[in-house]
Nanobody, 118 residues
Framework: QVQLVESGGGLVQPGGSLRLSCAAS????????MGWYRQAPGKQRELVTT???????NYADSVKGRFTISRDYAKNTVYLQMNSLKPVDTAVYYC????????????WGQGTQVTVSA
């Protein structure tokens, strides 16, 4: 399995921005899909966004227009640009990689905390 390491989380004021990074231990070229999930305290983990190898991108309705996923094959890294952050975006953000269609479990990073508060 590929190892994933997230970074870029932190404390930000409402309306602010953060960029999360997810560095993979090997090439991500050809991966079926990669993405970001998040889990707020007392809630289930939820999908934030995914990007497929065919560049099909999906966003949760709650982040559309504010978050942007991107991918750099040269750096084996996936990014999540988060703008206009709200307190409800506070959560641990996890990177996810699905190497093939059959790889339903995928690989997960350890998570990075994002806190949006005044």
């Amino acid at each position: 399995q590929v190892q994933l390491v997230e970074s870029g989380g932190g404390l930000v004021q409402p309306g602010g921005s953060l960029r999360l990074s997810c560095a993979a231990s090997g090439s991500i070229f050809g991966f079926y899909a990669m993405g970001w999930y998040r889990q707020a305290p007392g809630k289930q983990r939820e999908l934030v966004t995914t990007i497929t190898k065919r560049n099909v991108i999906n966003y949760a309705d709650s982040v559309k227009g504010r978050f942007t996923i991107s991918r750099d094959y040269a750096k084996n890294t996936v990014y999540l640009q988060m703008n206009s952050l709200k307190p409800v975006d506070t959560a641990v953000y996890y990177c996810y990689a699905r190497r093939t269609y059959e790889d339903h479990d995928g690989s997960w990073g350890q998570g990075t905390q994002v806190t949006v508060s005044a």
